[in-house]
Nanobody, 129 residues
Framework: QVQLVESGGGLVQAGGSLRLSCAAS????????MGWFRQAPGKEREFVAR????????TYADSVKGRFTISRDNAKNTVYLQMNSLKPEDTAVYYC??????????????????????WGQGTQVTVSS
């Protein structure tokens, strides 16, 4: 029932920045925890970041901590991923995801793909050397 549409991907040089957006349809956006996953060619999808329903609590993969910032604007039904100091290893398709269980999801499950009910179509991020 929920649709997620990512935008903002593109080609950027190492050290540069990019801001991804995810627009969500539906009336219940504010009830979902939101997040981002990414998948590089030949690799499994990996967790990137998560934000709780209010936006007050964020979680990041160690690989992006200190460089990426997840945020949300519930009035606009939108979640963002600000990516700074980009590295070639950040190259991947980035997916916006929604977790309808929110705070009920145990902490050790919040980085798992299966936790998330809804997935966007993905947006390509390519970081060149």
């Amino acid at each position: 029932q929920v649709q997620l549409v990512e935008s903002g991907g593109g080609l950027v040089q190492a050290g540069g920045s990019l801001r991804l957006s995810c627009a969500a349809s539906g009336r219940t956006f504010s009830s979902y925890a939101m997040g981002w996953f990414r998948q590089a060619p030949g690799k499994e999808r990996e967790f990137v970041a998560r934000i709780n329903r209010s936006g007050a609590i964020t979680t990041y993969a160690d690989s992006v901590k200190g460089r990426f910032t997840i945020s949300r604007d519930n009035a606009k039904n939108t979640v963002y991923l600000q990516m700074n100091s980009l590295k070639p290893e950040d190259t991947a398709v980035y997916y916006c995801v929604a977790d309808s269980h929110g705070a009920a999801t145990l902490s050790n499950r919040r980085t798992l793909s299966a936790t998330y009910d809804y997935w966007g179509q993905g947006t390509q991020v390519t970081v060149s050397s």
